[in-house]
């Protein structure tokens, strides 16, 4: 099968520290790939670089559109990239304020794309908004409330809603559960877990916790300094760590 | 519009000031300007604005345009909230006539320029007359897209699915869409434009107008323009269609139905009347013989 996202050496400098060095992987339609390593490694940047919200110095992204062609993201005009990334890619953000209009209730939220697209029936925009909420287990009668008044789950989970109402096929995950108290964490893993495997969607998660990629994660890239240090099968890498660094990450993860 | 004659444009009505205070220079920047709002209608197109003898907010950007537009053999209306008479149109009228020495009326028929803040005259606009908009803020995407760079981005794209989240709101809160001025309308198929702080009452009237439409941001230094006889829509949803308000009486002194009216206090007893807004429509109904019922 040819892969949905493929992504060749792809590299980044900031002035002279390097944070990306030639990262190179493909990603499969319904495959997760879940991007490990310490703050400071070149996650975040790697998923900037992917999303084309960061230009890369060096590499390429091909992504294969649904009608079966692949194609350079470079190449692609700024309406067809913009249109791409508003219908077929989603983008959670570890900041929800980042990722949510704040001053816009969760219905518009969720609605946004929808317009964006072109729907132009209140009801049946306000429907789909329903149907999404429910979905992330956010309660109906909180619909027209802004996500100011969410709690920090409830924003991550709306977040997620506002992302896949255009039934994306790649979405892009950057810590979507730091600074979530551990229960909260669960119950939100629980969710996408759920969601990814009915919706058969492509992920790519980024996380500097273990337990979020072994739960969720098909795949696992370990970086260290900008380069990738290992990869392979998520229980492969975490049960039987190859590299000296992913052997320190992996015994830095203290045992409940 | 008429043409300015060059010869006694650049003679000062003998104040000291250039023909209608802005110098030649200016001016022409300013129809450069003109010109391709109309070229391009509903775009916003960036001008050099100029400090004018008067605060922002009080119509330094229709100012402007009536300014470059005047020729000497025109003649000028100034409208505030649809009335000759109040602080704002008295003093841009005077200040015309003492920079410019053309005429002024409050009759809408025989003005050439109408300069106006929050309404478009009731009577209809003919061919070879100017309206000229005072705007403060012309991105209609503003409250809802901060960026200057993004809502450009956002206009040259055609993505205006933001607008529609802005109604959308609307409706979620007040069960009807319930921005009842300033209300966003798409021109000629294309650019989405601010109307200004017009009622959206006044929308209809933008559509098909055989007069050309000028709108001036003086503070933030924006031209745009409707051409005649041009396509303007107003936004909405299909299950929720674009409505003016109606009102469930008549004038109170014209008795003219179907009019934009102001509710005006009487007394402190709760005494209050529905007036046209329009005052030159109202006193040239008055004088063919209509009365309201407090007439």
């Given at each position: 099968?040819?892969?949905?996202?493929?992504v060749?050496?792809?590299t980044?400098?900031?002035g002279?520290?390097?944070?990306?060095?030639?990262?190179?992987?493909?990603?499969?339609?319904g495959?997760?790939?879940?991007?490990?390593g310490?703050?400071?490694?070149?996650?975040?940047?790697?998923?900037?670089?992917?999303?084309?919200?960061?230009?890369?110095?060096?590499?390429?992204?091909a992504?294969?559109?649904r009608?079966?062609?692949?194609?350079?993201?470079?190449?692609?005009?700024?309406?067809?990239?913009r249109?791409?990334?508003?219908?077929?890619?989603?983008?959670?953000?570890?900041?929800?304020?980042?990722?949510?209009?704040?001053?816009?209730?969760?219905g518009?939220?969720?609605?946004?794309?929808?317009?964006?697209?072109?729907?132009?029936?209140y009801?049946?925009?306000?429907?789909?908004a329903?149907?999404?909420?429910?979905r992330?287990?956010?309660?109906?009668?909180?619909?027209?409330?802004?996500?100011?008044?969410?709690?920090?789950g409830?924003?991550?989970?709306?977040q997620?809603?506002?992302?896949?109402?255009t039934a994306p096929?790649?979405?892009l995950?950057?810590?979507?559960?730091?600074?979530l108290d551990?229960?909260?964490q669960?119950r939100?893993?629980d969710?996408?877990?759920g969601?990814?495997?009915?919706?058969?969607?492509?992920?790519?998660?980024?996380?500097?916790?273990?337990?979020?990629?072994?739960?969720?994660?098909?795949?696992?890239?370990?970086?260290?300094a900008?380069?990738?240090?290992?990869t392979?099968l998520?229980?492969?890498?975490?049960?039987?760590p190859?590299?000296?660094?992913?052997q320190?990450?992996?015994?830095?993860?203290?045992?409940? | 519009?008429?043409a300015?004659?060059?010869?006694?444009?650049?003679?000062?009505?003998?104040?000291?000031?250039?023909?209608?205070?802005?110098?030649?220079?200016?001016k022409r920047?300013?129809?450069?300007a003109?010109?391709?709002a109309?070229?391009?209608p509903?775009?916003?197109?960036?001008?050099?604005?100029?400090?004018?003898?008067?605060?922002?907010?009080?119509?330094t950007?229709?100012?402007?345009?009536?300014?470059?537009?005047?020729?000497a053999?025109?003649?000028?209306?100034v409208?505030?909230?649809?009335a000759?008479?109040?602080?704002?149109?008295?003093s841009?009228?005077?200040?015309?006539?003492?920079?410019a020495?053309i005429?002024?009326?409050?009759?809408?028929?025989?003005?050439?320029?109408?300069?106006?803040?929050?309404?478009?005259?009731?009577?209809?606009?003919?061919?070879?007359?100017?309206?000229?908009y005072?705007?403060?803020?012309?991105?209609?995407l503003?409250?809802?897209?901060?960026?200057?760079?993004?809502?450009?981005q956002?206009h040259?794209?055609?993505e205006?699915g933001?607008?529609?989240?802005?109604l959308?709101e609307?409706?979620?809160?007040?069960?009807?869409?319930?921005?009842?001025?300033?209300y966003p309308?798409?021109?000629?198929?294309?650019?989405?434009?601010?109307?200004?702080?017009?009622?959206k009452?006044d929308?209809?009237?933008?559509?098909?107008c055989?007069?050309?439409?000028?709108?001036g941001?003086?503070r933030?230094?924006?031209?745009y323009?409707?051409?005649?006889?041009?396509r303007?829509?107003?936004l909405d949803?299909e299950?929720?269609p674009?409505?003016?308000q109606?009102?469930?009486?008549?004038c109170a002194?014209c008795?003219?139905?179907?009019?934009?009216?102001?509710e005006?206090?009487?007394?402190?007893?709760?005494?209050?009347?529905?007036?046209?807004?329009d005052?030159?429509?109202?006193?040239t109904?008055?004088?063919?013989?209509?009365?309201?019922?407090?007439a």
């Open positions: 099968m040819e892969p949905l996202l493929t060749e050496g792809l980044k400098r900031y002279r520290r390097l944070a990306c060095d030639g990262i190179g992987f493909t990603l499969d339609p495959e997760v790939l879940a991007v490990v310490e703050s400071g490694s070149g996650k975040s940047t790697l998923l900037s670089l992917v999303a084309g919200e960061v230009a890369a110095d060096a590499g390429s992204v992504y294969r559109l009608d079966g062609a692949t194609r350079d993201l470079d190449t692609l005009s700024v309406v067809e990239r249109a791409l990334m508003r219908t077929d890619w989603g983008f959670v953000r570890q900041d929800a304020t980042q990722g949510l209009r704040m001053a816009v209730s969760a518009g939220n969720v609605g946004e794309r929808l317009m964006g697209v072109g729907d132009r029936h009801g049946r925009i306000r429907a789909t329903l149907d999404w909420l429910a992330v287990e956010i309660a109906p009668d909180r619909i027209d409330d802004p996500p100011t008044r969410f709690s920090g409830m924003r991550q989970r709306l997620i809603a506002r992302n896949l109402v096929r790649l979405v995950m950057d810590e979507p559960t730091s600074g551990v229960s909260v669960a939100l893993l969710m996408i877990r969601l990814v495997a009915e919706l058969g969607l492509a992920v790519i998660i980024v996380t500097h916790d273990l337990a979020v990629a072994r739960l969720l994660s098909h795949r696992v890239l370990v970086m260290r900008g380069r990738v240090i290992e392979g998520t229980d492969q890498v975490l049960d039987d190859q590299a000296a660094y992913t320190l990450l992996v015994s830095s993860v203290l045992a409940a | 519009m008429n300015p004659d060059l010869a006694s444009a650049t003679v000062s009505a003998g104040t000291g000031y250039n023909f209608a205070y802005l110098d030649e220079g200016t920047m300013i129809r450069r003109i010109l391709k109309i070229a391009i509903g775009y916003q197109v960036p001008f050099a604005a100029r400090e004018m003898p008067m605060p922002y907010g009080w119509g950007g229709g100012v402007q345009v009536t300014a470059a537009i005047l020729g053999a025109d003649v000028l209306k409208i505030d909230q649809g000759d008479d109040t602080t704002n149109a008295v841009i009228r005077r200040f015309f006539t003492a920079t020495g005429a002024t009326t409050t009759r809408t028929a025989e003005a050439t320029v109408i300069q106006t803040r929050h309404r478009i005259p009731e009577a209809p606009l003919a061919e070879g007359q100017v309206l000229v005072q705007v403060p803020i012309p991105e209609p503003r409250f809802l897209e901060p960026r200057e760079t993004e809502t450009r956002l040259a794209l055609a205006y933001l607008m529609h989240v802005k959308y609307d409706i979620a809160r007040h069960g009807h869409i319930a921005t009842t001025y300033a309308v798409e021109v000629a198929g294309r650019y989405v434009m601010d109307p200004s702080p017009t009622p009452f929308n209809p009237k933008m559509d098909d055989p007069a050309l439409q000028l709108f941001a003086g933030e230094k924006r031209i323009a409707i051409p005649p006889h041009t303007v829509r107003s949803f299950d929720h674009f409505r003016v109606s009102f469930d009486r008549p002194l008795g003219a139905e179907d009019v934009y009216l102001d005006v206090v009487l007394d402190d007893a709760g005494g209050r009347m529905f007036v046209c807004s005052t030159d429509h109202c006193e109904r008055r004088a063919d013989g209509h009365t309201g019922e407090a």
